[in-house]
Every structure is written in C-alpha cells, then in structure tokens.
Nanobody, 121 residues
Framework: QVRLVESGGGLVQPGGSLNLSCAAS????????MNWYRQAPGKQRELVAA???????DYADSVKGRFTISRDNAKNTVYLQMNSLKPEDTAVYYC???????????????WGQGTLVTVSS
C-alpha cells in the first residue's frame, strides 16, 4: 500500500515563505503526476500545481510566479516552495500522486492527509 506524508505547513506572516514536502512510501513501481491541491474554509478543493515525472510543471493562475513545484524521483518526493504568501493562500494543502504499485498494471490515486498553511499577521 502506498502512503503520502506531507510536512512543512505552519503559520507565516504575509510576504513570507514556506516549503512543503510530500514523500511517498510503500511498494512503488512508478509515480506519474504529483500534484498539490488546497482547500480553504468554505471553498472547494483546487489544484495549485502539478508536475510530471520528467519535470514538466503547471500552476494555477493565482500562484504563478510565487510558487514552485519540484520533485525528486529518487526519493519519491514532491516539494512546493511558496514565496510572497498572501492571506488568501491560507488553506489545508494536500499532496496527490498517480501511482503504479509493484506487481500491478494499474494506476491508483493516492492522497496525503493534508497540512495546514496559515498566512496571517
């Protein structure tokens, strides 16, 4: 069974930075896309950033130029560097991975438990 564990959330002042990490563990053969989503109170979950295995990245318009997604395939880990944070970035951030487990031909969607990011003075 594959698990995703996020870390790096916390409280930061507006204009500050945080770096989120998400490590996948378990019986993994291959990870296709790895994404970061977020869900603010009273709002729907939204895609923040996505990155393919070769490293092609895409971002929501609201975070372009401020957030950077990256991954280390050897460590099965994805990162989200968040700079120039705004109060509206406050949300629970979730990691997602499209994973093929060993001895399987199928891909499964795996979610992390979420990490809270609060941007406030």
């Amino acid at each position: 069974q594959v698990r995703l564990v996020e870390s790096g959330g916390g409280l930061v002042q507006p204009g500050g930075s945080l770096n989120l990490s998400c490590a996948a563990s378990g019986s993994i053969a291959y990870i296709n896309t790895m994404n970061w989503y977020r869900q603010a109170p009273g709002k729907q979950r939204e895609l923040v950033a996505a990155i393919t295995s070769p490293g092609s990245a895409d971002y929501a318009d609201s975070v372009k130029g401020r957030f950077t997604i990256s991954r280390d395939n050897a460590k099965n880990t994805v990162y989200l560097q968040m700079n120039s944070l705004k109060p509206e970035d406050t949300a629970v951030y979730y990691c997602y991975a499209d994973v093929r487990a060993r001895y399987s031909y199928h891909y499964s969607e795996v979610w992390g438990q979420g990490t809270l990011v609060t941007v406030s003075s």
